[in-house]
């Protein structure tokens, strides 16, 4: 609850950018609750949170798949700010008091908005000022909360437990005494909200709220049809009679808790007088909701109201026989219940299935417990240099952290004179946290190559004629100055490839000279370095200046690298000069098979190298993985033509291979795996078969899946897919979002006017207006959104880039480079509880439970659509899809298309030739069976027929 826009637009904003919130009537964020809270306070402090339907099985705070068993623990350090409930349509209030835990909370009811005719079908009443705040005051008890109109809970559709495939429903006593299992399919049945009530239910007698009261109806058009015998609420007959008393008596709550009975009786008829009589009184027919199938609740027995047949439905005849009472929603012995849940649970001091460390302060530890023999000799080497060869979960950055915690602790090494250089931003932000969660660094230096060499040539700018406040030039920036210098615009990529393959260190100045110097005097100019200078020219300022490398060997006398593979010559040069000859203290750590970026210029022969310029450099290697099961690393290594690999953790998984007919076929088999494997996301999950209801992997969340790609454009259909099925996604790609449209152009716009020049697409009047609103102090963000709106930007985008900017203030400098330094990979947010969309280069470090490969095809897996590969290329590709596999912590799917799109094309395909060489002792294949179930009913009239809605087609004419 938002007490105005700019609160809701704050929260929304932030949301956006974690899960696509636009994509159905009710999305599905993925997303922690307490993350969710914390997002609603930081809004505002009149905003609250209300945890909504907190007793279902899925996405529930108490449901029986949530993992909690109190609001603390779901909330946290947060829980005080939660001070009501919604009880959902399968609870009522005195459910919930049967739970002493909950006697703090309001307890509210409110209606799912899913169609205007059902607004209201639950309901708060209050006695307070018609605003915001007094709402508020009296949800928090102020006074002013009178209680709430209910369903019965019974109609809920979670409220027993049960199959409904097997025609299996019980009460949560029956549940117990069948131990949870269905006696027809032997799965466990789905436990419903009476069942999670009675498990943690503290009273064997529930209670109202005191001050608080409720009511329990049914919709009026329920009980009209019941009188008129429809098999439908929505008929026609139904609702003229619907509409002829709400004119003739008044609103329907009025009818059902208010209006005198002979006012009833005098527009409707006695029957329907009794019917309410009967309603107000609980004095009802129940058959309980299970298993997603809704329960019904009925006012008269079966051939009462044929009873009245040849008389006037509402006329005078006498009432009929009374039905069973229902005025409690309990229907069975709780106590019994308790009793035979304490015989069910696991025995006293059962073993735990997880380990924990001694006991005591993690800071008084050795830095090397609980590591493997080889784990232990990595992060207890002494002086002088050291190579660490480390497979796929292998432990590669906690070898590092754990380095460097016992470096500082048990060595006494200054944190000052320690730095950790690695190439993702994302990797340096998680050896930090791991670094703060070991010990408190002071003037620990963990960077990117590109931050490190940005700080160095920031503290020396002078000495290449910088200025401080110098741009880093994007690649719209490069392409105009090398336009300059040659013609056509093949010529310029040739151009800017040829001189990027000079500052990377892959190739001399010779034959362009004229054009790298030209080149290089024009970023003078401009003030601008390239991206490359971040290092080259901190290079070359080593070479020139020997006092200055000198300085920084000093300061730095521990360098450690992570993910050294990756390392291109430029990068391998800066690290020697910085080491300096002799025995220097320098810790490397990679994995050759890992090497994916040749594209940027990185030489995996680097790694080997090192060897002979360092002749003393110890070479430990980790053999054992402790993420991938063994078949997995198994079929990793024949990927790369070999036969032995490191071992894994024991496992009988198999590699599924999966094979389809076209790529939105795969992406809609993608969608619905996991959907069945979260045992469903949404009612339509069970209604139309994808799932059961049983979660095939117990605890899973969206975060725990992950599809990768070989190239981003494959992702339309699976992002499709996800829409369609309600599953929240996350999308990382090889580049960073800011370097696409509409936010490239618009933070080029800014930067262009930030330095005084003329921005395309702005005129100078407008460019005046922002440079007096930088003048002022107006945020980065206010003014890109701005310029987006300006610009016509679509809605989501403008959320999306101020979202990001949000962070840097008025720091307009800090924001520029941030864009500049932005990885794909950094795109993706760790809090997000949403299945990752990546490309395979970006999710380099990452692991998941689940991982789906799609298109491993012939021209994809390895990537030759646009042109054949080289065998050092085809080499790495080998290595990539080395990488994507080993991502997985459990379940491997690898999937190919027979049709895919391509850019507008439709490619006939094979499957990847990588696949073939795995054994077929280590797969399982499949083929995607027909979308849908089988039904005899729903038929529909299309052009050519009938076709039945399950997707078989019936009565072709």
């Not at 993420?627 to 198994?634: K, N, S, Y």
Request: aromatic share 8%; hydrophobic share 35%.
């Amino acid at each position: 609850m938002f007490p105005d826009f700019k609160a809701a637009g704050d929260v929304t904003t932030k949301l956006d950018r974690m899960a696509n919130i636009r994509s159905d009537g009710r999305p599905i964020l993925g997303l922690d609750s307490k993350i969710l809270l914390e997002m609603v306070l930081d809004s505002s402090d009149r905003s609250y949170l209300i945890p909504c339907h907190i007793w279902t099985p899925w996405f529930s705070v108490l449901g029986s798949k949530s993992g909690f068993d109190s609001i603390e623990e779901c909330y946290d350090d947060l829980s005080q700010h939660i001070f009501a409930l919604e009880t959902g349509l399968s609870s009522d209030p005195p459910m919930n008091r049967a739970c002493s835990f909950l006697d703090r909370f309001t307890l509210v009811s409110n209606s799912d908005a899913h169609s205007p005719e059902k607004l209201g079908r639950e309901a708060n009443l209050f006695d307070a000022e018609l605003s915001y705040d007094a709402v508020h005051i009296a949800l928090k008890g102020g006074g002013g909360f009178l209680g709430t109109i209910e369903f019965f809970p019974q109609e809920g559709k979670y409220h027993y437990d049960g199959h409904r495939k097997c025609g299996i429903k019980w009460d949560p006593l029956e549940t117990l005494r069948h131990r949870g299992i269905c006696p027809k399919c032997g799965k466990p049945v789905t436990r419903g909200v009476m069942y999670r009530v009675a498990e943690l239910a503290d009273r064997e007698r529930a209670g109202e709220s005191e001050g608080a009261v409720f009511h329990s109806i049914t919709q009026l058009v329920d009980l009209l049809a019941e009188l008129l015998e429809q098999k439908s609420a929505k008929s026609v007959k139904v609702s003229k009679e619907y509409h002829r008393l709400l004119a003739g008596i008044g609103s329907e709550f009025y009818i059902l808790l208010e209006a005198p009975f002979d006012e009833i009786q005098a527009t409707g008829g006695e029957f329907l007088a009794e019917g309410i009589r009967r309603l107000r009184s609980c004095d009802v027919v129940i058959e309980e909701g299970y298993d997603g199938e809704f329960g019904r609740i009925k006012v008269f027995r079966p051939g009462e109201t044929r009873s009245f047949a040849g008389s006037s439905l509402f006329g005078t005849g006498e009432p009929p026989e009374r039905s069973c009472g229902a005025k409690s929603s309990i229907h069975f012995d709780v106590a019994e219940f308790r009793k035979l849940l304490g015989e069910t649970a696991p025995p006293a001091g059962a073993p735990l299935l997880v380990s924990g460390l001694p006991e005591g302060r993690a800071d008084r530890l050795p830095a090397a417990i609980g590591l493997t023999v080889e784990q232990r000799s990595a992060v207890e080497h002494g002086e002088g240099p050291c190579m660490v060869i480390a497979g796929p979960g292998t432990g590669k950055t906690g070898i590092l952290t754990r380095r460097i915690s016992h470096l500082v602790k048990d060595e006494h090494v200054p944190p000052s004179s320690i730095c950790a250089v690695t190439f993702s931003n994302r990797a340096a932000e998680e050896m930090r946290g791991r670094i703060q969660r070991l010990i408190q660094p002071r003037d620990l230096t963990i960077e990117t190559f590109h931050a490190f060499g940005l700080g160095i040539l920031r503290e020396h700018c002078g000495e290449f004629g910088r200025s401080p406040d110098f741009i880093i030039a994007d690649d719209e920036d490069i392409r105009e100055i090398v336009s300059g210098f040659v013609r056509s615009e093949s010529e310029v990529r040739k151009a800017v490839r040829e001189i990027q393959a000079v500052k990377l260190g892959s190739r001399t100045a010779d034959g362009i000279l004229d054009l790298f110097n030209g080149y290089n005097e024009l970023l003078l100019k401009g003030n601008f370095v390239d991206l490359d200078d971040l290092l080259y020219l901190p290079l070359l300022l080593f070479r020139i200046r020997p006092d200055v490398i000198e300085s920084y060997r000093r300061r730095y006398r521990w360098i450690l690298v992570d993910e050294f593979q990756d390392i291109n010559a430029v990068q391998y040069d800066f690290l020697k000069e910085l080491a300096g000859g002799g025995s220097p203290n320098l810790f490397i750590i990679g994995d050759p098979d890992q090497a994916i970026y040749g594209f940027r210029g990185s030489d995996v022969r680097l790694i080997r190298r090192i060897v002979e310029d360092y002749p003393g450099t110890r070479t430990i290697r980790l053999d054992r993985s402790f993420r991938c099961p063994d078949p997995v690393l198994r079929a990793a290594a024949q990927i790369l033509g070999r036969e032995g690999s490191i071992a894994g953790r024991e496992s009988d998984v198999k590699v599924r291979i999966h094979e389809v007919e076209t790529d939105r076929s795969e992406a809609d088999w993608i969608a619905r795996t996991i959907e069945k494997k979260m045992g469903g996301v949404r009612s339509f999950s069970m209604d139309s078969g994808i799932s059961d209801g049983d979660a095939a992997e117990e605890g899973a969340g969206f975060a725990d899946f992950a599809v990768l790609c070989r190239t981003a454009f494959l992702f339309e259909a699976i992002q499709e897919a996800f829409r369609n099925h309600g599953i929240p996604y996350q999308v990382a790609g090889s580049d960073a979002f800011l370097r696409n449209e509409p936010y490239r152009s618009v933070v080029r716009s800014l930067r262009k006017i930030d330095s005084g020049a003329a921005a395309e697409g702005v005129s100078e009047g407008i460019a005046g207006d922002i440079r007096g609103m930088m003048n002022k102090g107006d945020s980065v963000a206010d003014i890109i959104k701005f310029l987006m709106v300006i610009q016509e930007s679509p809605e989501d985008a403008i959320r999306r880039i101020t979202a990001f900017a949000e962070r840097f203030g008025s720091g307009y400098p800090k924001f520029f480079r941030a864009c500049a330094l932005r990885q794909g990979a950094d795109d993706r947010d760790d809090r997000a509880e949403a299945v990752s969309l990546m490309t395979i280069h970006a999710a380099k470090g990452l692991e998941f439970n689940t991982v789906f490969i799609p298109a491993c095809e012939k021209g994809i897996m390895p990537f030759e659509l646009f042109g054949k590969k080289g065998d050092d290329e085809m080499a790495e590709e080998e290595r990539l899809f080395y990488v994507g596999v080993t991502r997985t912590i459990q379940n491997l799917y690898l999937s190919w298309s027979k049709k895919r799109v391509v850019r507008g094309r439709v490619l006939k395909q094979e499957r990847s030739p990588l696949l073939d060489r795995l054994e077929e002792s280590l797969i399982r294949k499949g083929k995607r069976e027909q979308a849908g179930r089988k039904r005899t009913g729903d038929l529909q009239l299309d052009l050519f027929g009938y076709q039945d809605l399950g997707g078989q087609k019936r009565e072709k004419t």
